[in-house]
């Protein structure tokens, strides 16, 4: 049997604790020898030749602990080495010490443990971990992907909707770019644990998957694409650091964004059909630090947009289940109130949360007050940007008014 993995392999009388070789690609198995008793063979794939350890009576420990993250440690007595396995597939790994435990004590092996060839271990070749296609005529529509990729570019290969189910089950991917393509729609389901970048500029995008899984996903380009709303699965992905939403037909940016999207550091939303921007945005407070939004119909002129102020007692308990933290879920409450506590805002001047009895009013703000660099391209565009404030008394209005040079109620 053998298994891919990476490994590391640590000479225990080295004194200063130094490697003999680095954390690398590579795979272990197990042999026979010629005088038909097992060995652990161990080659790294930027070595050419392969590393044989006696097993019988020679291994000191099995390390296993991490076992179930797909991590372990072979102790073997002579030469001291620690063979230090990581990233490898859970059950083969468990498959494999146990049959070094067997094979250490001199039992047979199970009839389903086969040896392999030595040789042929030594001729295998480096796992493909990159793939790039530029064209349609080099789409490997027969051939498949190899399993290993953990980068896959296909720019320009004329990609449409159903879009090629295989790319989404490549475990091991971290960076997906789909540019420049015609795609119009994703599948649903999309699970992928180890992707942290997904580019998906130029296409023709007109949603995005509700239920896609995504969970180390850290930079996301949906750029020019037909978007014309914020999807709720965006706002689900809360590992966010970049996000990219320029040149689509996008009209409003969520109020809650910043509350639900904690480690967004970078986004852009030029080139779409905003005329505000959330308070949450301007408030400060957050990791943001980089904000496009030229190229926007933003609104002009200071304005009130909103004066509810006759408050209710659904307003009442609905600010004091947020204020005192009380769990609910659509179990214990109706769905459109578990809607209304998941989307609140507070108040832009005593931080109170705001459902349905509020004032509003735009007004214009610098956000380089609060850190946060903005980019503009037109020459005669304000740094300031129309900022909506949201109260949740009179008493809050009134100050906001009074801030902003307009007259009080």
Partial sequence: MKLDCKIKIQDRQRTNGSSTLKA???????????????????????????????????????????????????QIKMPPHDVQLCEANVESLKTLLSSVRLASTGSNLPSSIKSISINAVEKLQRPALQLIVNQAIDYPTLKGFPSTLEK????????????????????????????DNNITELPSGIQMNHLHTLIIRSNQLKSFPNDIKCPMLKHLDLSQNQLEKFNVALLNISTLERLNLSSNKIKFIPRIILRVLPQLQVFNIASNLVRVIPNSIASGGTRLHTFHYDDNPLATEKM????????????????????????????????????????????AHCASACFIRFGEIIVPKQLSAIGVTVHVTAANQSFAVPVQERYCSIKCFNYGLRRAGMIQM
């Fill in 24 to 74: 690398a690609k590579g795979v272990v198995g197990l042999a026979k020898s010629n005088n038909d008793e097992w060995v652990l063979v161990v080659r790294l794939f930027k070595d050419t030749n392969a590393t044989q350890y006696k097993l019988r009576d020679n291994i000191q420990a099995l390390l296993h602990r991490c076992i179930n993250n797909g991590m372990a440690t072979i």
């Fill in 152 to 179: 896959l570019i296909i720019n320009a290969a004329h990609l449409r909707a159903p879009v090629d189910r295989r790319i989404f089950t490549l475990k091991n991917l971290h960076t997906l770019d789909l540019s």
């Fill in 304 to 347: 009130i947009t909103c004066k509810r102020f006759n408050t209710t007692l659904l307003e009442i308990a609905l600010r004091v289940v947020i204020k005192y933290r009380i769990p609910y879920d659509f179990k214990s409450i109706p769905r459109t109130l578990c809607l209304l506590l998941d989307e609140y805002e507070t108040c």
